[in-house]
Every structure is written in C-alpha cells, then in structure tokens.
T-cell receptor
Framework: AQSVSQHNHHVILSEAASLELGCNYS??????LFWYVQYPGQHLQLLLK??????LVKGIKGFEAEFIKSKFSFNLRKPSVQWSDTAEYFC????????????FGSGTRLSIRP | EAQVTQNPRYLITVTGKKLTVTCSQNMNHEYMSWYRQDPGLGLRQIYYSMNVEVTDKGDVPEGYKVSRKEKRNFPLILESPSPNQTSLYFCASKFRTGDTGELFFGEGSRLTVL
C-alpha cells in the first residue's frame, strides 16, 4: 500500500540552527508532493509544493525542499530556523493514478529553543 | 475572503448523542474531504466528496456519515459517538478531484466524547 513516512517525530533545535526534515513515500508512479505546516492551534497551511520541473522548490518563510526521485524522498530544509518556526510539519503526496487520494505523513513536531 | 469554515470549533458530548459538524467553503470547489488528526498518526481521511451527491469512504469511515446536497457544504455526522472518536477534525477542499492542487483547510473542530 502507498504510504508516506516521516521518520522524525519530534525535532528540537536552537535558533539559527539548520533544519532538515525527512519525507519518503512508497509509490512507483508519478506524484505531486507537498509540505504543510500547522502552527500551534491553527489549521494546516501550504508551505511548498512540487509538481514537475526543477526538483528544488522554494516555499514561504525561507523553506525549500528537494525532490529526489531515485530515493523517493522530498526532504524539507531551512538554513537558519527561528523561534516562530515552531510548528508541526506534514508531508503529503497525491498519486497521479488517484487524484482524489492524498496521503499524509504522520507529521514532525518542530520545537525551537529561543 | 476564500475560506473553509467549520462549526463548532470545540464540542464536548456524551456517548451516543448524535452530532453534526458543519463545513462550508466559498471557493466553488468541487472536492471536499474530512480528516481526523490524532497524535502520532497524522491526518487520516474519513470521507471525501468529488461533487454534489458523490461521496466515498476514506481510510477511517467507521462511525461517520456524510452528505453533499450542495456544492458548498459537506457536513460530518456522528450518529452515535463513542470515546474513540475523540479527535481533532479538519474539513478541506480543493478545486476538483482530478487536479493536483493544494488543499485548503478549515480551522479544525476539537471533539471530546465522554
């Protein structure tokens, strides 16, 4: 069955540290990939998305992600985190074979120490 | 303002007392979906709707019902709530089933079943 794995459940960093959150999916076909962010007490918001073309995509607030097809990965990165980045981050995949099926990872909670 | 609106935002109820969580979107989206969010499990799809009068089960439909009589509304019905349905619920919508665009989420409804 198709799935999305986020291996880091909780990441704790100090301000200005670099961030990389892992996301791997299991599906051999064409996919669209997303990262959503959920700030404390709020709903999910789109951070960035990959459809095609340049595998390095840039999103809001200095985030970027790289699609590596051979590794089935779509890791999220930020060179220098801020306290305001404290949130839960979800990776999501839409399968081209079933555009109604959106699969979410279990989420990674990011805590930033001021 | 484009938005997905859920009500109620918070609800405490007792086992067996029927309840409905409403969801309304003002973006003329064809596709709507309900998710529940539980710690460590991420978002799991309950039901989705591809258009008016067209609904289908997601990954965890047991104990829930939905209806889509109008394009803008997609209520989630718990006929006989049980404590294992205590969760945070999100409604989401996107333009149409076949597109691979982003989901727009409501603010969430936190339900506690005693």
């Amino acid at each position: 069955a198709q799935s999305v794995s986020q291996h880091n459940h909780h990441v704790i960093l100090s301000e200005a540290a670099s961030l990389e959150l892992g996301c791997n999916y299991s599906y051999g076909g064409t996919v669209n990939l997303f990262w959503y962010v959920q700030y404390p007490g709020q709903h999910l918001q789109l951070l960035l998305k990959y459809f095609s073309g340049d595998p390095l995509v840039k999103g809001i607030k200095g985030f970027e992600a790289e699609f590596i097809k051979s590794k089935f990965s779509f890791n999220l990165r930020k060179p220098s985190v801020q306290w305001s980045d404290t949130a839960e981050y979800f990776c999501a995949v839409i399968l081209y074979s079933s555009a109604s099926k959106i699969i979410f990872g279990s989420g990674t909670r990011l805590s930033i120490r001021p | 303002e484009a938005q997905v609106t859920q009500n109620p935002r918070y609800l405490i109820t007792v086992t067996g007392k029927k309840l409905t969580v409403t969801c309304s979107q003002n973006m003329n989206h064809e596709y709507m979906s309900w998710y529940r969010q539980d710690p460590g499990l991420g978002l799991r799809q309950i039901y989705y709707s591809m258009n008016v009068e067209v609904t289908d089960k997601g990954d965890v439909p047991e104990g829930y019902k939905v209806s889509r009589k109008e394009k803008r509304n997609f209520p989630l019905i718990l006929e006989s709530p049980s404590p294992n349905q205590t969760s945070l619920y999100f409604c989401a919508s996107k333009f149409r089933t076949g597109d691979t665009g982003e989901l727009f989420f409501g603010e969430g409804s936190r339900l506690t079943v005693l």
